[in-house]
């Protein structure tokens, strides 16, 4: 590995570990904000920003704009290809022929020479009906992202960014079981030690509940409804991560089968999870929102907390 390709990782890894606080703590900071009777003296009368889906969407939206930057890049390349096509003009040598023949009488079949599997070279660009491949993994990725976002109101930020270290666990147990892959000896008791890690954050959430549970202005018989909230959240931060690992399982799935660029995956992924959040959003006002005004489902409501309180 060179000096380069290390760099260049260990800024991806950095960049995601920032990038993956950032994203928590602004979302739990939206989550906090007043958005109903803010006045009232008594702050657990106070409506907070709670709406998933609508969180959903937005990321979606966000994921969207790599789609626009891989058309751009795409299309600054192909100027610059043209470019220099028009000032170079190779120079035929007609000796090449005769080389490319004695090559050719040399090595009569390259089915004994070394061929990477699974290169760029190998794999078609992904192109018409199979670009709703990436639907499937922006489905888990929908799914997973709302389970977190409403398990985040019932946990702290910190519990909650723990929790979904158990990503690992379920993406090591589904590559084995639908890639084939083979964990070594070192992997596995990693994963036991994350194992033990989650649980052990897990049950202090349940057991201790939050410091401010009274600052709020709540009650000590409500101590069993935080412990109830805390598992309810645990359980929601815990279940979407399967999701999350199916959409990684499944993305490997892809990328080995066709050639995709990470700019172009995040877009379609991004669209298609788009398209499927606002085809879901009337469809779950209807059947839930309108026997539950003011809940997670409820769009209208949704939308005028977002348009009444743009801070």
């Known amino acids: 590995m060179t ?3 290390t760099y260049h990782g260990v800024f991806l890894t950095a960049g995601m570990l920032l990038t993956g606080t950032l994203n928590t703590l602004l979302t739990k900071l939206q989550d906090k904000q007043c958005v109903g009777n803010c006045d009232d003296p008594d702050p657990s009368k106070h409506e907070r920003f709670e709406q998933p889906v609508w969180q959903t969407l937005n990321m979606f939206y966000g994921e969207m704009l790599c789609l626009a930057c891989f058309y751009l890049f795409s299309l600054r390349n192909n100027r610059n290809t043209v470019e220099n096509r028009d000032e170079y003009q190779p120079i035929i040598d007609e000796d090449d022929n005769e080389i490319n023949a004695q090559v050719a ?18 794999l078609k660009p992904i192109a018409g009906w199979a670009t709703l491949l990436m639907w499937i993994p922006a489905a888990c990725d929908l799914l997973g992202t709302t389970l977190m976002n409403v398990g985040l ?11 979904r270290g158990a990503v690992v666990v379920f993406s090591g147990l589904f590559s084995v079981l639908f890639l084939g892959h083979r ?9 036991l030690l994350v194992v033990l890690g989650v649980t052990i954050v897990g049950l202090s959430n349940v057991i201790s509940p939050a410091p401010h549970a009274f600052a709020s202005g709540e009650t000590p018989e409500s101590v069993d409804a935080n412990a109830w909230k805390a598992v309810v959240g645990v359980t929601m931060v815990l279940g979407a991560q399967i999701f999350t690992a199916t959409q990684f399982v499944v993305e490997e799935k892809i990328i ?17 999870g788009a398209l499927s959040v606002m085809i879901a959003i009337p469809i779950l006002h209807l059947t839930i929102g309108r026997s ?20």
Do not use: C, K
Not at 105 to 122: M, Y
Not at 153 to 163: D, E, I, P, R
């Open 3 to 5: 000096t380069s390709s």
């Open 105 to 122: 009488q040399d090595v009569p079949t390259t089915d004994a020479l070394p061929v990477a599997e699974g290169g760029p070279a190998e």
């Open 153 to 163: 109101f019932f946990t702290t930020a910190s519990v909650y960014q723990m929790l």
């Open 183 to 191: 964990l070594e000896r070192f992997q596995v008791i990693s994963l």
């Open 256 to 272: 080995h089968r066709y050639h995709l660029t990470p700019l172009r995956a995040v877009g379609l992924e991004g669209t298609f």
């Open 292 to 311: 539950h005004p003011g809940g997670y489902f409820d769009a209208p409501s949704g939308f005028r907390q977002i348009i009444d309180n743009p801070s």
